[in-house]
């Protein structure tokens, strides 16, 4: 009687932690079974590679928003840090591409220093710290840039957004790179399991020595680089800086790629291969939607109704 009793609450247990675990591989491959039966050309390569130039910058920026959420924060200043890299990069542009490219970089890490600081020294909520830069990050980055559009015309610049090596396009190599770093420093160093347990309970790991300050701020400055990395992207496939427009509500999109992807808004895990994932599934949606003529804003309430389920699945097994 007692077994009976117990059963169907494990086999919910069991179901929920499958769904968010696996549940993000599933939907991908089923939208690109659907989209090979019923989406003309889905498969063709030339389509296959403009969904991949697509999620890059995206899932670059997603990577560095799961390890900040893995330590229970948030980073919403990631699309202004890459307005502000777009901004700054055709300042310096005349003194060398990797001149540039260091002062881009370097104005990311200094944005994810003073979130980092706002949040593990003053002691600010997450969200709040980086609201702040999310509307000073712009703001300085139309400062800049007087609040014009550039048109860059570097060939080595450009060539980060429109040439391919070994056939795979640079911006795409760029993010396979990223995510394999990404996890090496999650699963294979001392910072990454760190990182994962103070997500799990920072007063914990500050009673068992950790350097909670110092990896919080750590995890910041690697998200706030990797953001400048895809303003830099970004600006290189428009071939244009624009502080107006790159990076707007990216961090909405990392967010969410990182949530479908399986890493919990309350820490204490890091899902690498699941960002992935959930970058992909939702740049399919939106491609799916769009290719069997719906509009783009049906797209968004079906990604939104994708969200939720990530968010109740999470809160299911959170509960259990």
């Given at each position: 009687?007692?077994d009976?009793?117990?059963?169907p609450?494990?086999?919910r247990?069991?179901?929920t932690?499958?769904l ?6 599933g939907?991908?491959a ?7 039966a019923?989406t003309?050309?889905f498969?063709a ?13 995206v899932?670059?920026?997603?990577l ?15 699309g202004?840090v890459?307005?502000?890299?777009a ?12 001149p ?8 990311g ?5 003073v ?5 593990a020294?003053?002691g600010l909520?997450?969200i709040?710290?980086?609201?702040a ?12 840039a007087?609040?014009?559009?550039k048109?860059?015309?570097d ?5 980060l957004?429109?040439?391919d ?19 090496v420093?999650v ?15 920072r007063?914990?790991?500050g009673?068992?020595?950790l ?5 919080l701020?750590?995890t ?9 990395l895809?303003g ?8 244009a ?18 949530v479908?992807?399986?890493t919990p ?6 899902r ?10 939702m ?11 719906l509009?783009d804003s ?5 990604q939104a ?9 999470a ?6």
């Amino acid at each position: 009687m007692s077994d009976l009793a117990v059963r169907p609450v494990f086999e919910r247990g069991r179901v929920t932690r499958a769904l968010q675990d696996y549940g993000v591989y599933g939907a991908v491959a089923a939208l690109v079974v659907f989209n090979a039966a019923f989406t003309d050309n889905f498969l063709a390569l030339g389509n296959l590679r403009t969904q991949l130039i697509q999620v890059a910058p995206v899932l670059v920026v997603a990577l560095g928003m799961a390890l900040v959420i893995g330590t229970e924060g948030i980073d919403l200043s990631v699309g202004s840090v890459m307005a502000l890299a777009a901004a700054v990069l055709p300042l310096y542009l005349g003194y060398g591409l990797l001149p540039a490219l260091a002062v881009a970089l370097l104005a990311g890490a200094v944005v994810g220093v003073v979130n980092g600081t706002l949040v593990a020294v003053v002691g600010l909520q997450p969200i709040v710290a980086t609201l702040a830069l999310l509307v000073g990050g712009r703001g300085l980055a139309l400062v800049f840039a007087d609040g014009q559009l550039k048109q860059i015309n570097d060939p080595t610049l450009l060539a980060l957004g429109s040439e391919d090596v070994l056939g795979v396009p640079i911006v795409v190599a760029i993010a396979a790179v990223l995510t394999l770093a990404v996890g090496v420093l999650v699963h294979r160093t001392t910072f990454g399991r760190q990182l994962v347990a103070i997500g799990g309970n920072r007063a914990a790991g500050g009673l068992a020595g950790l350097p909670v300050k110092r990896v919080l701020v750590g995890t910041y400055v690697i998200g706030g680089v990797l953001a400048a990395l895809a303003g830099v992207l970004a600006t290189a496939r428009l071939t244009a800086s624009d502080p107006s427009a790159i990076g707007n509500l990216m961090e909405l999109s990392a967010i969410t790629a990182v949530v479908v992807g399986g890493t919990p808004l309350s820490g204490g895990r890091v899902r690498v291969l699941g960002t992935v994932a959930g970058a992909l599934l939702m740049q399919l949606v939106r491609a799916t939607m769009i290719k069997n003529d719906l509009s783009d804003s049906a797209a968004q309430m079906v990604q939104a109704v994708i969200i939720l389920v990530a968010v109740y699945i999470a809160r299911e097994r959170r509960t259990r």
